[in-house]
């Protein structure tokens, strides 16, 4: 069903194909959801050409959309916010556009940012892509309201405008998604909690995103304009990513990273750094341990050789920069694993039975 493309609880499409009039799309109104509640919803749609398939959760006050659209037409949108919303809008793959008032803000591939939705109409445009990539998640007003602590600091003009009912964008140039936002976008695509604790993994995810994405406008503001790169030079920062996360046998040095994609070691250190907010040698040995902790945990792998996969010539050198990044040594990794689920799904329990 089409309705599913926006929300998969969705009350109303209008399509009028004669007069090539944009489709309507009526938010369900999310903060009926009962406390105990969790709607978790996995399907396809289509619209003319286009198609995608997508994931959703919603629970009291939050609802996460996560999906794939493949776009051979332009599309245009019209949503109708039932209660003033919330939205984390994050572009992993292809571009999105939004019309708001008499301003329009095209999210592109590897951006994000933050936008105020009072109840009310919203234009939005898919581009022709053979896959764009999304993660929206809704915030009730009250929901975000209660994280914020008061109205001083960076987001004085943001809650003002909430308070206003002005809808409007947090930053004024969409922001780079950087790479531990990147790790938990791709829990939300990759991984399906158990049922006895979806709703708090969900919730600690969708905080933890959201801290991340003040932390970084905060850091923008400090910066100004030196913290935009053209789009080409993102895309170059990509291909040195999908080179590591490729090859995390091989040690790459700068200046060979800065070859293999067109540029040199000075913008190769000061790019990546601007859009995933870390070192190439940061980002490279996180990625390496992410990958032994997986490795380790799906079995089957002798410790020296999840050390060889991931780039190390010695075990002895792979044991220490596993205990120093996830504080235990790699063959204790699944029972502390193990352990710590136990302990969640029990704290799960408490609060559901508090009412929390």
Known sequence: MIENAINPVQLDVIYNRLEKKPVTFLYEDFLKVFDDTFVETEDDF???????????????????????????TPRKLIVTTIRPAVQMIFCTKGSITYHLNDTVNKVDKAHHNVLFLPAGDMMMEWHPSESTNLVIISL????????????????????????????????????????????????????????????????????????????????????????????????????????????????????????????????????????????????TQKAKMEKAKELILIGGKKISEVAKTTGFKYTSHFTSSFKKHFGVLPNKIKLLFLIGLQEFECLSVMFCESGF
């Open 140 to 283: 009730s007003a009250d929901f975000f309201t209660r994280l914020m602590t008061s109205n001083s600091g960076i987001l004085q003009q943001f809650q003002k405008a909430m308070t206003s009912s002005d809808a409007g964008w947090l930053a004024k140039k969409n922001m780079n998604i950087y790479q531990q936002s990147i790790f938990i976008l791709q829990k939300f695509a990759n991984t399906r909690p158990a049922t006895s604790h979806k709703r708090l993994f969900v919730e600690a995810k969708v905080i933890e995103l959201l801290g991340h994405q003040l932390d970084q406008f905060e850091e923008m503001q400090e910066k100004g304009n030196s913290y935009s790169l053209k789009a080409v030079e993102i895309e170059k920062m990509y291909m040195v990513r999908s080179i590591i996360l490729n090859n995390l046998s091989h040690h790459y040095s700068l200046i060979e990273l800065a070859h293999l994609v067109g540029t040199n070691e000075c913008y190769l250190k000061d790019h990546f750094k601007k859009v995933f907010g870390t070192t190439v040698y940061g980002f």
């Open 46 to 72: 289509f619209l003319d050409q286009n198609k995608g398939r997508f994931n959703a959760y919603i629970t009291p006050g939050i609802h996460v959309w996560e999906g794939s659209i493949s776009i051979s």
